[in-house]
């Protein structure tokens, strides 16, 4: 084993077999199921460090049956896309936080660090070797899913000897079937995703896998999604928090006769995912003239007033596979609603249409990038 992970000892084998791309209708797409013909992959050892990285057909892995990851969920990924513009050219989406993210999330788990450009560039001719996969619709893009897992054949609890990173892509549409229909959210009081403390803030896949029950439930009630508020002590309602795959906005116009419009997201307070779209949201709102944007403890006593008197505006979520969602509904436990008037444009108004500034969340895109690779 080379100790680190190299762009330069990357070594490509293509599949003889490739599959018919699917058509890219958000009714038919299904959200992260289809897969693109190659994955990249390397493999670490203690001791030894990274493998040289490869591009293969894609294909199934094998792993000891006593491979942490199937026994302490040791596993961490990320979300990122690629995006086709309409010169042709191939950009991804503030890739480095990806990377950056990945890095902190496999330092929780004792997952092995990696050189993050190096990743990058694997990452880019992958994403070069699928190039004809990457849509050119607006709405649809290429999902990249970077994950590592422990994979030392160990029962005991201990820190991760040896590790596997590998990297799917999957053409995508929306993230819901509903596509960017406003959807309802469960207001979730019982079941946390979250806690002081605790691993909220990475992306490891433990925090999804127990979301999927209190989701299960909320679909039960109409909801295509949880919006978990933890009861804190300091009110009634608890502390908004994120929903399972998004992080949440709240527009809210303040109280008084000219009251300011604030747009309202939980702070990274170690309970909040460092979502990337997050953080283009919040820059990008900071350009606008007429909206203060606050990172700030939300109570959900303060969303429910807001609503009774008129003054909330908007409820989205953002994330790199749902990107701006909009909501329509909040159902409590006691299946009241709190109906969310002015939405329906929600994700044309953020995405397109920012008052007062000239750019979209599309100036946060890198450059292109060059097809020529090796
Ligand atoms: C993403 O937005 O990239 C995520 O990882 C969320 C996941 C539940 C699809």
Same mark, same amino acid.
């Given at each position: 084993?080379?100790? @680190?992970?190299?762009?330069?000892?990357?070594?490509?084998?293509?599949?003889?077999? =490739?599959?018919?791309?699917?058509?890219?209708?958000?009714?038919?797409?299904?959200?992260? %199921?289809?897969?693109?013909?190659?994955?990249?992959? %390397?493999?670490?050892?203690?001791?030894?460090?990274?493998?040289?990285?490869?591009?293969?057909? =894609?294909?199934?892995?094998?792993?000891?049956?006593?491979?942490?990851? #199937?026994?302490?969920?040791?596993?961490?990924?990320?979300?990122?896309?690629?995006?086709?513009?309409?010169?042709?050219?191939?950009?991804?989406?503030?890739?480095?936080? @990806?990377?950056?993210?990945?890095?902190?999330?496999?330092?929780?788990?004792?997952?092995?660090?990696?050189?993050?450009?190096? =990743?990058?560039?694997?990452?880019?001719?992958?994403?070069?070797?699928?190039?004809?996969?990457?849509?050119?619709?607006?709405?649809?893009?290429?999902?990249?899913?970077?994950?590592?897992?422990?994979?030392?054949?160990?029962?005991?609890?201990?820190?991760?000897?040896?590790?596997?990173?590998?990297?799917?892509?999957?053409?995508?549409?929306?993230?819901?079937?509903?596509?960017?229909?406003?959807?309802?959210?469960?207001?979730?009081?019982? @079941?946390?995703?979250?806690?002081?403390?605790?691993?909220?803030?990475?992306?490891?896949?433990?925090?999804?896998?127990?979301?999927?029950?209190?989701?299960?439930? %909320?679909?039960?009630?109409?909801?295509?999604?949880?919006?978990?508020?933890?009861?804190?002590?300091?009110?009634?309602?608890?502390?908004?928090?994120?929903?399972?795959?998004?992080?949440?906005?709240?527009?809210?116009?303040?109280?008084?006769?000219?009251?300011?419009?604030?747009?309202?997201?939980?702070?990274?307070?170690? #309970?909040?995912?460092?979502?990337?779209?997050?953080?283009?949201?919040?820059?990008?709102?900071?350009?606008?003239?007429?909206?203060?944007?606050?990172?700030?403890?939300?109570?959900?006593?303060?969303?429910?007033?807001?609503?009774?008197?008129?003054?909330?505006?908007?409820?989205?979520?953002?994330?790199?596979?749902?990107?701006?969602?909009?909501?329509?509904? =909040?159902?409590?436990?006691?299946?009241?609603?709190?109906?969310?008037?002015?939405? %329906?444009?929600?994700?044309?108004?953020?995405?397109?249409?920012?008052?007062?500034?000239?750019?979209?969340? @599309?100036?946060?895109?890198?450059?292109?990038?060059?097809?020529?690779?090796?």
């Amino acid at each position: 084993f080379p100790s @680190n992970l190299r762009y330069e000892d990357l070594v490509i084998t293509r599949s003889k077999s =490739l599959q018919v791309k699917p058509r890219l209708d958000a009714s038919t797409l299904k959200f992260g %199921a289809v897969y693109t013909d190659h994955m990249l992959q %390397a493999s670490w050892k203690d001791g030894l460090g990274w493998s040289a990285p490869s591009i293969d057909p =894609l294909g199934s892995i094998s792993l000891h049956p006593c491979a942490q990851v #199937l026994h302490y969920g040791v596993e961490c990924f990320e979300g990122m896309k690629v995006y086709k513009g309409k010169d042709g050219q191939l950009r991804l989406f503030r890739p480095e936080m @990806n990377m950056d993210r990945l890095a902190r999330s496999a330092a929780r788990l004792t997952l092995p660090q990696f050189d993050k450009l190096e =990743l990058l560039e694997c990452i880019k001719e992958l994403v070069r070797v699928e190039r004809d996969w990457v849509p050119d619709e607006e709405g649809f893009s290429v999902y990249i899913r970077p994950t590592m897992i422990g994979t030392h054949p160990f029962l005991g609890v201990s820190p991760t000897r040896e590790a596997m990173l590998y990297v799917i892509l999957s053409p995508v549409g929306p993230y819901f079937p509903s596509g960017l229909k406003p959807i309802k959210l469960y207001v979730e009081t019982e @079941n946390v995703r979250a806690f002081p403390g605790g691993v909220g803030d990475n992306k490891i896949g433990g925090n999804y896998a127990t979301t999927i029950l209190p989701q299960l439930r %909320a679909s039960h009630m109409g909801c295509s999604q949880v919006l978990y508020v933890l009861q804190d002590g300091m009110s009634e309602g608890g502390l908004v928090g994120e929903s399972g795959s998004m992080n949440m906005f709240f527009l809210i116009r303040q109280e008084g006769e000219d009251g300011e419009l604030e747009l309202v997201t939980p702070p990274l307070d170690g #309970l909040i995912l460092p979502g990337v779209t997050r953080d283009t949201v919040i820059k990008l709102a900071q350009g606008f003239r007429d909206i203060k944007v606050s990172e700030r403890p939300l109570h959900f006593d303060e969303v429910e007033r807001a609503s009774e008197t008129g003054r909330l505006l908007e409820v989205f979520g953002t994330g790199t596979a749902c990107m701006i969602q909009p909501v329509m509904s =909040l159902t409590k436990k006691d299946h009241t609603e709190i109906k969310i008037p002015f939405n %329906a444009d929600a994700a044309k108004y953020w995405l397109a249409k920012p008052p007062g500034t000239g750019f979209t969340l @599309n100036s946060f895109m890198e450059e292109p990038f060059s097809l020529c690779g090796r």
